[in-house]
């Protein structure tokens, strides 16, 4: 498989890619919000928005999916301009699915003195097409009313590990996931708007093949590589700042192999 790290500007990397090549784009984006440097923008955020959105869908397969990082104050209006906002914009190149809109539930938040703490943030699901890549998963869920046929548990069973009674169930579009910490074994902190490695995990997994190709254009922190690399997809990260990418690449050349051991013994603990 091929993992490649570019330290360059997104939309003139993106741009040398063949048209139709890539399987799935995980994006995290700027959100304009003048959150920390590399979060302004030097033209308007809807024009910037604009132009990787048409960039990125040119590049997107038929059959590929964008998933896409966005704060709630740009989903539907850009600097109090109504239709400007991402799923404006997205809606005029192919389909954005509301269904599968995923709120990512934060264990932190940043303060607000006029409004509600915001302890969430929203992953847009955008395709070129209705026949896109969906790996169906499943997941735990406690069962609150238990049915039960002939005296039997029906579709659910107790845990033994903390006596609740639980059963298989479709994945929900609400995710909770502690934010990386300076202090984490899997999720060390090295940049200030990075998602859970897991987070990015279930999103490749859900959207992508083995052999795929995922891109990461606004690659930050390198947790999109490091995922790809280790369930065998073709990758190409690009990362803008100089000094975010050189810290970025060393940590994914260096610390792979200690990530790759962390996962494969959680699997391992699942099994047992």
């Given amino acids: 498989m091929s993992i490649l790290l570019k330290q360059n500007d997104a939309l003139i990397e993106v741009n040398k890619l063949k048209d139709s090549s890539v ?81 990512w539930k934060r264990m932190k938040g940043r303060s607000s003195k006029k409004k509600p703490k915001s302890l969430a943030e929203e992953i847009i699901h955008f395709t070129k097409s209705d026949n896109y890549v969906w790996n169906e998963m499943v997941v735990l869920k406690e069962v609150v009313a238990p049915y039960v046929l002939n005296g039997r548990p029906r579709g659910w069973f107790t845990d033994e590990s903390t006596g609740k009674r639980m059963r298989w169930n479709g994945l929900g579009n609400v995710w909770l996931y502690s934010s990386p910490v300076w202090s984490g074994k899997l999720d060390v902190q090295r940049h200030s708007a990075q998602k859970p490695l897991l987070l ?67 699997i391992q603990k699942v099994k047992q």
Avoid: Q
């Fill in 23 to 103: 399987d799935l784009f995980v994006i995290d984006p700027p959100y304009g919000n003048e959150y920390a440097h590399w979060d302004k923008c030097s033209e308007e955020f809807s024009e910037f928005t604009e132009k990787w959105v048409k960039l990125f869908v040119k590049k997107l397969k038929k059959n590929g999916t964008m998933w896409i990082f966005m704060s709630r104050n740009h989903l539907f209006k850009i600097n109090k301009s109504p239709n400007l906002g991402l799923i404006n914009i997205l809606e005029k190149y192919g389909n954005v699915n509301l269904n599968n809109w995923i709120t």
């Fill in 200 to 266: 990015m995990e279930r999103l490749v997994l859900l959207s992508s093949n083995h052999g795929d190709f995922v891109v990461d254009p606004f690659m930050g922190s390198g947790t999109t590589a490091l995922i790809s690399k280790y369930h065998n997809r073709n990758f190409l990260g690009v990362e803008k700042d100089k000094k975010i990418f050189k810290e970025t690449n060393l940590y994914v050349r260096k610390h792979y192999k200690d990530i790759k051991e962390i996962l494969e013994k959680d």
